[in-house]
């Protein structure tokens, strides 16, 4: 199940507010300029489709947000469990940074923890199969994938060669909860 957690960012032992209903937290999200939808596949995926098939699964949705925001490239990343360079990845990610670009992420299948550091308050959004998640240029956030990580995601760029992480050098991550796989659908 979807989840938003809102911390003050003085405190990551227990979050103000707590959410698990779709509306709710896209509403939540939107009044600090975050995009949250939901999508349906256009027709059924089967497991190991390939990234053109994923793709086109989706693709009038893909189309809506490309031509909103002028998105010029699309792919598709997974992970498993038994990923050798898993640890690697999920370190690369869990400390705070921003990026040049929005961040568009919609989730397939599993499971993945975006934390945004917004306006004195850490949003935890728990974003699973269904879900997309669009964090504006600019924003400070970490994202964790677990230890045991499984997620299928499209993503969406304005130019791929310049997503670049540009890390802020604050530990604020480190005071927060990460993403445990009980917080996962592919437990």
């Not at 896209?26 to 939808?37: C, K, P, S």
């Not at 792919?75 to 940074?97: G, M, N, Q």
């Not at 791929?160 to 796989?181: L, Q």
């Amino acid at each position: 199940m979807s989840q938003l957690r809102i911390f003050d960012e003085r405190d990551g032992a227990a979050p103000v507010l707590t959410l698990t209903d779709h509306a709710q937290i896209a509403r939540e999200l939107g009044t600090v300029g975050v995009r949250f939808e939901r999508w349906e596949a256009s027709r059924p995926i089967a497991p190991g489709a390939s990234q053109d098939e994923v793709i086109a699964a989706y693709s009038a949705d893909i189309e809506r947000l490309k031509n909103e925001n002028g998105y010029q490239s699309v792919d598709v990343i997974s992970l498993t469990p038994d990923h050798p360079d898993r640890a690697a990845l999920r370190r690369k990610f869990l400390s705070e940074h921003t990026h040049s670009e929005d961040e568009v992420r919609f989730f397939v299948a599993g499971a993945g923890q975006f934390t945004l550091h917004l306006n004195g308050k850490v949003y935890d959004v728990l974003c699973e199969a269904g879900d997309l998640i669009g964090v504006p240029d600019g924003t400070r956030h970490w994202f964790d994938m677990s230890e045991s990580p499984y997620f299928v995601a499209i993503r969406l760029f304005t130019n791929k060669e310049g997503w670049i992480a540009a890390f802020t050098g604050d530990d604020i991550a480190e005071r927060f909860p990460r993403m445990t796989p009980q917080r996962t659908s592919a437990s």
